[in-house]
């Protein structure tokens, strides 16, 4: 075939994933939501109040709901973790998220989030259980529709950042089981696909075994979104967006990394949040937006 026979090609083939996920569109969303991640709220640098003025920005958008994908609280991971610290800092988020009364918050579970030094495994406060409960959410993986959208959250803190044999049969059940057709999007804590991987890891080890799924069920998933990596990347893969969208905290509420582009940057990416539009068809948008510092 000629190169002028093959270019000509291209367009019928390309069509039909790239029209539903093109760019700015005239009609209507039938949601707008924001993307909220990394949050690592925590005392000191004034990081409440800043997250509470981002959050009064945000519902001036006119949001539907927010999707956040963890690390909502700054640590309570590590082996030196004291019960006071991780008792104030929830109690912190806490107290952020009445800014966001009236609005519901779809939340993930980020490796930050869990206390793994409790003084041992039946301590109310130990490991995933206390986050599911903390952050209100139904379970540590769970699905939900909503404006003719289907969402499914994902729990990636496992062996080797994956999911787990019990995840995995649910989500292949879950896919299996939504109509065809049905615009969805999916969300973990670490990104499933993108670009930031390549720069500092965080990804999911079983990506390819999640790429094969999405791609069998690709009349379906048209975004997977995380956060993790602190930094902003939108890839376009297989008819699916593959969104990390930055982190609030940025660089962790501080004055930003030796080798950033401005204040509270890490890298190139500045604190932030993203606001997603999501259409009838399976259109989806989704744009980043620097808070400040």
């Not at 500045?270 to 989704?286: R, V």
Request: one cysteine or more; hydrophobic letters at 35%.
């Amino acid at each position: 075939m000629n190169r002028k026979k093959f270019l000509g090609s291209l367009p019928a083939l390309a069509a039909a994933p790239l029209a539903v996920n093109a760019g700015p569109r005239k009609e209507k969303p039938v949601l707008t939501l924001a993307h909220i991640t990394d949050v690592h709220i925590r005392p000191g640098d004034n990081a409440p109040q800043r997250f509470k003025d981002c959050l009064k920005k945000i519902k001036r958008t006119g949001i539907d709901f927010v999707l956040n994908t963890g690390d909502s609280i700054h640590d309570a991971s590590y082996d030196n973790v004291k019960r006071e610290s991780v008792t104030e800092q929830w109690q912190i988020w806490d107290d952020c998220m009445t800014e966001l009364k009236g609005y519901d918050v779809y939340g993930c579970l980020g490796n930050h989030d869990m206390w793994w030094a409790a003084p041992d495994k039946s301590d109310p406060m130990y490991g995933k259980d206390y986050v599911v409960k903390r952050l209100k959410i139904p379970n540590r993986f769970y699905s939900f529709t909503r404006g003719g959208w289907h969402f499914i959250i994902l729990d990636g803190n496992n062996s080797k950042i994956s999911l787990d044999e019990e995840q995995f049969q649910w989500l292949e059940s879950d896919l299996a089981q939504t109509p065809a057709n049905t615009p969805t999007l999916i969300m973990s804590h670490y990104p499933t696909f993108g670009a930031t991987p390549i720069l500092v890891g965080g990804n999911h080890s079983d990506n390819k075994k999640l790429k094969d799924l999405f791609y069998k069920h690709k009349d379906k998933v048209r975004a997977s979104l995380s956060g993790h990596n602190h930094l902003y990347d939108k890839t376009f893969y297989n008819g699916v967006w593959y969104c990390c969208n930055g982190a609030m905290s940025g660089f962790w509420w501080g004055q930003g990394d030796k080798e950033s582009a401005g204040p509270g940057y890490y890298l190139e990416t500045p604190p932030g949040y993203a606001i997603l539009k999501l259409y009838k068809d399976g259109g989806f948008e989704s744009e980043y937006y620097a808070h400040g510092f």
